[in-house]
């Protein structure tokens, strides 16, 4: 779907991780995290355990299985001083000839679990724990090129949302409206909580979502939101626009977005450019 995700097998093969884009990730959500309170930190490190661990079980056709010993040398090196040690763990793992499923659902996903129950036993503190979801969080952003899209699309759809707990959204309805006029097929999601919006995003097959945010008061909701997407829907291509966007800006290029827009011609700009570049002929 994204350009990081448009590559031969050949290249699949040969950057089973992309260090660019884990180095980049790791230091944004490093920054993102000295930026937020501790407790939105505590909140998206609790996030990205429970949607890692949470993919254990969506995919049971994925055969392979983790021992003790792999998922406790994985975990420690999530949290050891070693930046590259996990990262490395997840090189060998695809150079052994696992699929990325298999990485990402039975490797990760049970690393995470472990790490969650140490954590919620003291037997690892909050420092260790925002290192160790970090490189989760990166090492699971640098395998995006290893996942397709969910179905081939040839309109132009879109999925259109407020973020959650945003009361004004007179705006993305507005947008919604005037997409349509220019032939988009948009799914318009508003009103909906945290797990309900990421649980509709999940399931539909669309690529391309536009999150609507009313300014600065949305960022902490957002930076969750963005989370748990690049998580759950590794392929999804994430844009946000709103008003008094500039305000925000400097957390938002944190979040690994695909895009930021500031007014509706620039929106509309980005998103035809991101639909051509990931998701239109050629792509």
């Not at 309170?37 to 990205?48: C, H, S, Y």
């Not at 999940?202 to 997407?229: D, F, K, N, Y």
């Amino acid at each position: 779907m994204s350009g990081e995700q448009n590559v031969s097998v050949s290249r699949a093969v040969s950057d089973p991780l992309e260090f660019d884009v884990y180095k980049r990730s790791q230091a944004n959500i490093r920054r993102l995290n000295e930026k937020l309170p501790e407790n939105l930190v505590i909140d998206l490190a609790r996030e990205v355990i429970l949607r890692v661990a949470s993919k254990d079980s969506t995919l049971e056709h994925v055969s392979h299985e983790a021992t003790q010993e792999e998922l406790e040398t994985l975990c420690k090196a999530l949290i050891s001083d070693d930046d590259k040690a996990a990262a490395n763990i997840v090189i060998g793992l695809r150079a052994s000839g696992a699929n990325a499923e298999e990485i990402y659902i039975k490797q990760l996903a049970a690393a995470a679990r472990m790490l969650g129950d140490l954590w919620d036993q003291d037997r690892v503190n909050f420092s260790q724990v925002t290192v160790g979801t970090g490189r989760m969080f990166a090492i699971m952003r640098s395998m995006r090129h290893l996942f397709e899209p969910k179905i081939p699309a040839q309109d132009k759809t879109a999925i259109f949302a407020s973020v959650p707990g945003e009361s004004h959204t007179l705006g993305v309805r507005m947008a919604a409206d005037i997409f349509r006029k220019e032939g988009w097929e948009i799914s318009l999601k508003v009103g909906l909580d945290h797990d309900q919006l990421v649980a509709e995003i999940e399931q539909l097959p669309t690529g391309i979502v536009g999150l609507s945010i009313g300014g600065g008061h949305s960022v902490e909701a957002l930076s969750r939101l963005v989370v748990a997407l690049h998580i759950s829907c590794p392929q999804a291509i994430l844009m946000v626009s709103g008003q008094n966007i500039e305000e925000a800006r400097p957390m938002l290029s944190l979040m690994g977005l695909d895009g930021i827009a500031g007014t509706l011609e620039e929106a509309k700009e980005q998103l035809n450019t991101l639909w051509d570049q990931n998701m239109g002929a050629g792509a």
